[in-house]
């Protein structure tokens, strides 16, 4: 695949319609295919595809918006930000396979980085030429990582870790550890957390992928064996880590891939569309049940996008998010989990026979509801996240009796 890097982009001071605009026009021009969801002609992108494609978005203005222009970025708002990223919603491209990079590494290192590493980083991040995953979530500290156990021991000027973490995304194909680790004791909980950024082929470390619901290997257990970083692999100070993994979440729950809302608008269209395509499922149309739930569906979404857009003028105003990521994640994960089952059950007519479109959407959702049950566990559990909002959003006693 190849695309033109030399796209004209529009002047920054444009605003964010204009943008809006060019990502419209932008992307239904380029987007192959064969990596649309709701195209007969679908197929699962290559690495190397997918990288084309989204170092393509890049040259043409629509990732890297808000980072600076002195590490790789367009030096552009949360505004222009989002508007992009109701166009990327909007069309059935398939997931970034850069996102821990863009969307966690990279704000962590311009948060807490010395310039050297925002330099040797963040351009590269958005070139597409380095790849991270996260080392956050261990055996034994999955949402509460609090009691996380890897151990960074200062060693004559290097760090000697030793550890495991696990349900590691990407960490097959990744060239950084966005790695959280602890130089104390369990018992020091919050205290004494440190986080780096370690090469993955540095001697010690040992992935074995995990095979997942859906069926692929897209998670791993990492495995760190008297692993021997350098003091400049340290992202912050030593007892930095804590506020530092703080901010990465509350980045993932509340900022990450504003277009949620958009694209499950998107999948709620395919799903409709397939209905029509197909005399057995278009009786769906007209059941008083199914418009029931499409209504509740949409007013949902539409609840979704305006916190997602209530959150980006927050943020515009200086305000810290949060805790109050809390509510956006859950009310996502929640939101799309149960969509899935209602696309999944719908289609469940679909044979061999049914149109192209119906087959493709069938293939589509059996593998959206597949994901979506993590979807309430990842990036913390539902659990976690009303317990942050009971505590820390509606300031409520841990014990109500």
């Known amino acids: 695949m190849h695309f033109d890097q030399h796209v004209a982009v529009p002047d920054p001071a444009a605003g964010p319609e204009v943008y809006r605009q060019h990502a419209r026009t932008w992307l239904r021009a380029h987007l192959p295919d064969f990596m649309r969801a709701d195209n007969p002609a679908w197929r699962t992108p290559s690495l190397e595809e997918s990288s084309a ?5 890049y040259h043409a203005g629509l990732a890297g918006m808000t980072w600076p222009k002195a590490y790789g970025g367009h030096g552009l708002s ?3 930000h989002l508007a992009v990223n109701k166009e990327i919603g909007a069309l059935p491209m ?3 396979v850069s996102s821990i990079g863009k969307e966690l590494a990279g704000p962590i290192i311009m948060a807490v980085g010395t310039e050297a590493q925002k330099q040797a980083f963040l351009p ?7 790849y991270w995953c996260q080392g956050f979530s261990e055996p034994d500290a999955g949402s509460d990582l609090a009691r996380l156990r890897t151990k960074a021991v200062e060693d004559n000027g290097q760090w000697r870790i030793n550890g495991q973490k696990i349900w590691t995304s990407g960490a097959a194909k990744a060239h950084y550890c966005l790695l959280l680790t602890r130089t104390g004791t369990v018992a020091d909980k919050h205290r004494g957390l440190l986080m780096f950024a370690v090469p993955m082929d540095t001697p010690g470390i040992r992935v074995v992928p995990i095979k997942s619901i859906d069926g692929k290997s ?3 257990e990492v495995f760190f064996d008297d692993v021997v970083v350098p003091d400049s692999a340290r992202l912050g100070a030593p007892d930095e880590g804590w506020s530092a993994a703080i901010r990465v979440l509350s980045i993932e729950r509340a900022t990450n891939r504003m277009y949620r809302p958009w694209r499950f608008e998107c999948e709620l269209r395919q799903l409709i569309t397939a209905c029509k395509s197909d005399s057995q499922l278009a009786h769906h149309l007209e059941d008083g049940y199914f418009q029931r739930r499409v209504a509740d569906l949409l007013g949902e979404i539409d609840g979704l996008k305006g916190l997602v857009e209530l959150t980006v003028e927050r943020m515009m105003r200086g305000e810290t998010i949060g805790a109050r990521g809390s509510l956006t994640k859950l009310y996502w994960s929640e939101c799309h989990q149960a969509f899935a089952g209602l696309a999944l059950a719908t289609l469940s007519q679909v044979g061999p026979h ?4 119906a087959r493709r959407a069938q293939a589509a959702f059996t593998n959206a509801y597949l994901f979506a049950r993590a979807e309430t566990i990842y990036a913390g559990t539902t659990e976690v996240q009303l317990d942050v909002i009971a505590q820390r959003v509606m300031n409520l006693p841990k014990d109500l009796t």
Do not use: D, G
């Not at 590269?124 to 380095?130: G, V, Y």
């Open 53 to 57: 494609w989204e170092a393509a978005m």
């Open 78 to 80: 949360l505004r222009e």
């Open 94 to 96: 398939p997931e970034s």
């Open 124 to 130: 590269n991040i958005l070139a597409m030429t380095q």
């Open 218 to 220: 897209s998670f791993a």
């Open 354 to 357: 049914s149109s192209p479109l």
